[in-house]
Nanobody
């Protein structure tokens, strides 16, 4: 069983930064691509970013390109999401997830999820 634990959320003013972390249990972390999703109140959970198992390729939702950076440290079983120039519309619960196969951009392709961490951006 894989467990994913997110941390780093909080309250920040618009224009500020936060770094989210997601640490995975188990010994196979480095074999899987990892993604970040977010869910705002009343909305569907949406794709934010993905990083391949090697860290060599990354992709982002258009809404966060140029502001967010996904990275990983396989020695620490941890994936990060650096969020800069935050906007009120970035307010959501952020989830990390392990990619299990298929499209990188849809939640049904991810087989393990963290519990989520709240990010609130005030205007």
């Amino acid at each position: 069983q894989v467990q994913l634990v997110e941390s780093g959320g909080g309250l920040v003013q618009a224009g500020g930064s936060l770094r989210l972390s997601c640490t995975a249990s188990g010994r196979t972390f480095s074999s899987y691509s990892m993604g970040w999703f977010r869910q705002a109140p009343g909305k569907e959970r949406e794709f934010v970013a993905v990083i391949m198992w090697s860290g060599g390729r990354r992709d982002y939702a258009d809404s966060v390109k140029g502001r967010f950076t996904i990275s990983r440290d396989n020695a620490k079983n941890t994936v990060y999401l650096q969020m800069n120039s935050l906007k009120p519309e970035d307010t959501a619960v952020y989830y990390c997830a392990r990619h299990g196969g298929g499209s990188y951009y849809v939640k049904r392709s991810y087989d393990y999820w963290g519990q989520g961490t709240q990010v609130t951006v005030s205007s």
